[in-house]
Nanobody, 127 residues
């Protein structure tokens, strides 16, 4: 059984930084693309960033490009999201997810591409 557990969320002032972590257990972590999504109150879940199984390729939503960095440590079965220059529009629950198919990162921006999700971690950015 695959489990994903996010951590690192919290309250931060605008312009600040946070680092989210997602620890995976079960399955073969290094074979799968991993993604980060977020959902703000009253809004649909949206893609934030994704990373290929090897870590060679990374993908970002336009809204976070240049501010957020996704990375992974396959030896620790963990994916990270470093978030800098945060603004109130980044306030949301952040979820990590594992892709459905091994060695595949196509359509990485679609939630349906992922079959395992963490419980989410709240990020609140005050102005």
């Amino acid at each position: 059984q695959v489990q994903l557990v996010e951590s690192g969320g919290g309250l931060v002032q605008a312009g600040g930084s946070l680092r989210l972590s997602c620890a995976a257990s079960g399955g073969t972590f290094s074979n799968y693309c991993m993604g980060w999504f977020r959902q703000a109150p009253g809004k649909e879940r949206e893609f934030v960033a994704a990373i290929s199984w090897s870590g060679s390729y990374t993908y970002y939503a336009d809204s976070v490009k240049g501010r957020f960095t996704i990375s992974r440590d396959n030896a620790k079965n963990t994916v990270y999201l470093q978030m800098n220059s945060l603004n109130p529009e980044d306030t949301a629950v952040y979820y990590c997810a594992r892709a459905r198919r091994q060695y595949y990162s196509g359509t990485y921006f679609l939630p349906g591409q992922y079959d395992y999700w963490g419980q989410g971690t709240q990020v609140t950015v005050s102005s």
